[in-house]
């Protein structure tokens, strides 16, 4: 996988076009700053303390007909510096604690904007935390979430929230604005659904963000990381969520949780707010 082409700067647009026509056009919208450095700090300290007692959890890499939001975790393919393997994903993490649930998953701007792109409904499908290791913190190829997941029509959002800073040399995303109109073909590698990666350079960017920024994308957005080659980890939450009225394709999958609904007249007056 290669390197970007450019780095997305793109928040004054944001500001003129609105959050929701920009969200429309492109798949994304960056919310700067949506925790403050205090809560980064105790996300932060939380995080530690699930990752350093993983026994309530089985090791999983793929979930498979597992429920999304069940805790579970899974462990990099290649050892660290100190010959310790370290944790790749945690999944369920709200579950695990109500700081990270309030902070990552629930947040009221976060809320907010998210009514913005999703409507009246936002409901719940999986949360889970993905822990970039320095230096050996893997790539992840260039895919669209929502062929992964049983719901049509593939209408998902999620929510990546910054711990650490993410950057090109740490394995910050790189998406493909716009991406999000059609779903792509993909070929499984392995355990992984994925798309050619032929020059996706040339239409790709790069979304830095510091600790406490938040990136919303559409779940048929492009994206992809590259592996960590710096001594700073990056960790993320994601957390993905449905507009409610999908169809589910897996008759075993338990519906996603209502966290929030607003009167479609408040969802109106919300459509100017800046972000």
Known sequence: MGPASAVWADQAAIRTQGPAAYFARTGLLVLPGLLSPTQVERCSTEIDRVVADLSPMPNVRVIGKRSPRDPSYDLEDLPDATGRTPVRKITGFGQLSDVLFHSLVAQPALLAALHLVLGRRIELYRDALMLKSAQVG????????????????????????????????????????????????????????????????RDAVY?????????????????????????????????????????????????????????????????????
């Open 138 to 201: 893997q790539e992840k190829p260039w895919h669209q979430d929502a062929v992964y997941w049983p719901f049509r029509p593939m209408r998902l959002v999620s929510a990546m929230i910054a711990i650490d800073r993410a950057a090109p040399e740490n394995g910050c995303l790189q998406v493909v604005p716009g991406s999000h109109h059609q779903v792509a073909e993909h070929h499984k590698v392995d355990w992984e659904l994925q798309v050619d990666p032929a020059g996706r350079e």
């Open 207 to 275: 979304v830095p963000l510091e600790p406490g920024d938040c990136l919303i994308f559409h779940s048929l957005l492009l994206h992809a990381s590259e592996h960590n080659t710096s001594t700073l980890r990056r960790r993320v939450s994601i957390t993905s969520y449905s507009p409610g009225d999908l169809r589910i394709l897996d008759p075993t999958l338990a519906p996603p949780e209502l966290l929030s609904s607003r009167p479609d007249r408040e969802q109106e007056s919300d459509a100017d707010t800046e972000v």
